[in-house]
């Protein structure tokens, strides 16, 4: 039995060396990502 963890990573990179794509925020796509709501801290955070 073979277990992988879930990590975060650098993105992968296509066979020819080309960093995929699909993980990243183009700025032509950029409005259909909205931004983080803000947030508060809770005393001690």
Known sequence: ????A?????KPKKP???PDRRRRVN???K??????KPHRH???D
């Open 1 to 4: 039995m073979n277990i992988k």
């Open 6 to 10: 879930i990590k975060p990573g650098p």
């Open 16 to 18: 020819d060396g080309t």
């Open 27 to 29: 700025p032509e796509t």
């Open 31 to 36: 409005p259909k990502h909205p931004g983080l």
């Open 42 to 44: 809770k005393p001690g």
